[in-house]
């Protein structure tokens, strides 16, 4: 007890002759010290490759933080063998003899893209490709010149990093495709009939009649008569003739972007009524006219594949049909669908028909027409032939913008009249000054000469 007194005066005292007190410092901070001596550096070594790394320093010890992203092994004091084996990011770290810390390197692991960049080098030359690793992956960046290369870098890069591409190129050149579509449809028609009639008056006011009349309305009659004693007697020659010819001439043109689809219509809308559950009936309408459908590929340089779907329609009502007070027009339809690759400015006739109908018929009196020379006055002769022929054409074109001074419209030069022009010269229109440059030229030709959506 008197021990414990005598301590604690002590201490008292001390406190009041103003010893400064020690501060304790943490037994961790005097356990645990971070060592940093030594250059860090980084070290790329390819997966499933080796490198032989050489220190400045001899060393005693050798530690790899993650055995699973790369091996090491020692060839002696100061060379160091390293194996890359899977993708990623370790620490090696190098002790000398007494213990202390040479240095710590850092060992990236990454696809070994050599021998990946002279594939590419050889399979697509003069491509601006870059190739870099990230993490287990590759990224490939640049500009190539078409979708198809594009498509060939990344099917060569999966064969060396499986489902891990990354893919940041573009495609350069001109990616826009301009398709002119000309339909054209010419039908022909001729049609020929000839007709004889004979017919004979007696004494008493009979009548008989003999021969066969052209069908259809004759255009031409010649009438023979002359009597014999109290008998008359008449021949009536009957012939018809006809021909009609049918052009028609479409020309739809239509822009796309590489890969994208365009449509075009030109016509209308057709109301079909459809009969629905519960007695209802609903309208729906059904396009006619020139459609267009296509999806153009910029394959590679000027080479274009083309889907295509193309068609020209039109309202029939010699073919429709009656549904109680409702009439339904039938509809003339000409289609093609097909897939075509061309170069640029090459044209394809995708389609074409040739129809040709011919039929003729022959009526006369039994006996009399099968008399020479004579049986034709008792024969009607019917003969009508149509011949349809159908092209359509495609030619696809590269085209980049242009300014909106460049292009043309049918509607330039032309300017509603005053009423000075219409009332007194009758004047329905009014030239405008032409623009300059290249819409003012197009401006400048008549009717019949192109227009501004036609670009050389």
Do not use: C, H, W
């Given at each position: 007890m008197t021990y414990r007194r005598f301590i604690g005066a002590a201490l008292i005292g001390l406190a009041v002759a103003g010893v400064p007190t020690l501060t304790p410092v943490p037994a961790q901070a005097e356990a645990l010290r971070v060592v940093r001596n030594g250059t860090e550096s980084v070290l790329n070594v390819p997966m499933n490759r080796a490198v032989v790394v050489e220190s400045d320093t001899a060393f005693a010890e050798l530690s790899i933080a993650n055995p699973a992203i790369a091996d090491i092994s020692s060839l002696s004091?100061?060379?160091?063998?390293?194996?890359?084996?899977?993708?990623?990011?370790?620490?090696?770290?190098?002790?000398?003899?007494?213990?202390?810390?040479?240095?710590?390197?850092?060992?990236?692991?990454?696809?070994?893209?050599?021998?990946?960049?002279?594939?590419?080098?050889?399979?697509?030359?003069?491509?601006?490709?870059?190739?870099?690793?990230?993490?287990?992956g590759i990224v490939i960046s640049g500009t190539v010149s078409s979708a198809q290369r594009l498509q060939r870098a990344l099917d060569l890069a999966?064969?060396?990093?499986?489902?891990?591409?990354?893919?940041?190129?573009?495609?350069?050149?001109?990616?826009?495709?301009?398709?002119?579509?000309?339909?054209?449809?010419?039908?022909?028609?001729?049609?020929?009939?000839?007709?004889?009639?004979?017919?004979?008056?007696?004494?008493?006011?009979?009548?008989?009649?003999?021969?066969?009349?052209?069908?259809?309305?004759?255009?031409?009659?010649?009438?023979?008569?002359?009597?014999?004693?109290?008998?008359?007697l008449n021949l009536l020659l009957q012939a018809l003739e006809t021909k009609g010819v049918v052009r028609s001439l479409a020309e739809p043109n239509l822009i796309a972007l590489s890969g994208q689809e365009a449509k075009f219509l030109a016509g209308g809308e057709y109301p079909i009524p459809v009969s629905q559950d519960g007695g209802t009936v609903t309208v729906e309408f059904k396009p006619f006219g020139v459609e267009l459908n296509f999806i153009p590929?910029?394959?590679?340089?000027?080479?274009?594949?083309?889907?295509?779907?193309?068609?020209?329609?039109?309202?029939?009502?010699?073919?429709?049909?009656?549904?109680?007070?409702?009439?339904?027009?039938?509809?003339?339809?000409?289609?093609?669908?097909?897939?075509?690759?061309?170069?640029?400015?090459?044209?394809?006739?995708?389609?074409?028909?040739?129809?040709?109908?011919?039929q003729d018929s022959n009526s006369q009196v039994p006996w009399l027409g099968d008399i020479p020379v004579l049986g034709a006055l008792f024969r009607s002769t019917d003969y009508q032939r149509a011949q349809s022929e159908l092209v359509i054409i495609v030619t696809a074109h590269l085209v980049t913008p242009t300014r909106g001074e460049a292009l043309a419209l049918p509607t330039d030069r032309v300017k509603p009249p005053s009423e000075k022009d219409l009332f007194l010269f009758g004047r329905v229109a009014k030239e405008k000054a032409p623009k300059r440059g290249a819409a003012g030229e197009v401006a400048k030709q008549d009717f019949s000469g192109s227009y501004g959506y036609v670009l050389d």
């Open positions: 004091d100061r060379s160091i063998y390293v194996l890359g084996k899977a993708p990623g990011a370790t620490t090696l770290t190098l002790l000398d003899a007494s213990g202390r810390l040479i240095t710590n390197v850092e060992v990236r692991v990454a696809p070994d893209i050599s021998e990946f960049k002279e594939r590419l080098r050889q399979i697509l030359p003069g491509e601006k490709i870059e190739v870099r690793t990230a993490n287990d999966q064969r060396y990093a499986p489902e891990r591409v990354t893919n940041l190129m573009t495609v350069g050149g001109v990616q826009q495709v301009m398709l002119k579509v000309r339909f054209a449809e010419v039908q022909r028609s001729v049609s020929k009939a000839l007709a004889a009639q004979f017919s004979s008056t007696g004494a008493r006011g009979l009548t008989s009649t003999l021969g066969a009349t052209a069908s259809g309305t004759a255009t031409s009659n010649i009438n023979f008569g002359f009597d014999i004693g109290s008998v008359e590929r910029v394959v590679d340089g000027d080479l274009i594949n083309l889907e295509l779907q193309a068609a020209v329609s039109s309202i029939d009502s010699s073919n429709g049909y009656d549904i109680g007070e409702i009439t339904i027009d039938a509809f003339k339809r000409r289609e093609t669908s097909t897939t075509v690759e061309l170069r640029d400015g090459e044209s394809f006739a995708v389609a074409g028909l040739l129809q040709d109908d011919f």
